[in-house]
């Protein structure tokens, strides 16, 4: 039986703190819009959501909050987004505060189910990259440095399980 003292649990918590750490700081909830709610645009300015959607770096495991009343929120198909067709979407809510996990990287297309309301421009098509593509949460300039910052935490990494295994394997066998 192996004898595992404080400082090997110590160490097993801190290397599950920085396998966690990326998953736990990138997921971001967005509110649609901004600070809007999720309503039919007025008619001279009908891309509003589309402008913010492309705006902002959405990554898997981010979430949408969508706020609104009397109306609802519904995740289709490329082809149903662009006829706004509302007979068999893949998600559905109207609830008036809606969240939406992204679960998978991708384009993921958005609706009002609101009689007329899509066809006035309240639809958003959003895109979302797998979290290993992340390079910079504010985009532009940072992708270097931050590419270099994120290796830096990927050695770090190997280097404490490589420490850890070689703790574990001298408790084993003495
Ligand atoms: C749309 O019209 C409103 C007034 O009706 C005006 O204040 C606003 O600046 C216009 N927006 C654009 C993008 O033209
Ligand atoms: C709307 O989508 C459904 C299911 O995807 C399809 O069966 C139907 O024909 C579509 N309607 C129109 C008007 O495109």
Not at 19 to 24: N, R, T
Not at 113 to 134: L, S, T
């Amino acid at each position: 039986m192996a004898n595992f003292n404080c400082n090997t649990i110590f160490l097993f918590s801190l290397v599950m703190f920085f396998f966690c750490y990326g998953h736990f700081v990138s997921a971001f909830e967005f509110q649609v819009g901004g600070n809007k709610d999720w309503v039919v645009p007025p008619a001279n300015d009908t891309k509003i959501y589309n402008d913010w959607a492309s705006e902002n770096r959405f990554q898997v495991g981010d979430t949408l909050r969508f706020h609104y009343k009397k109306d609802s929120v519904m995740e289709v198909t490329e082809a149903e987004y662009k006829k706004c067709n509302s007979t068999r979407p893949n998600f559905f809510s109207n609830t008036g505060n809606t969240v939406y996990t992204f679960d998978h990287s991708g384009s993921f297309y958005f609706i009002s189910g609101a009689a007329g309301h899509c066809e006035r421009g309240q639809r958003m098509i959003v895109k979302v990259m797998a979290a290993e593509d992340e390079d910079s949460p504010s985009g532009g300039d940072a992708i270097k440095s931050s590419g270099a910052a994120v290796s830096s935490v990927g050695v770090s990494k190997l280097v404490l399980v490589q420490f850890v295994m070689s703790y574990v394997v001298a408790s084993v066998m003495f």
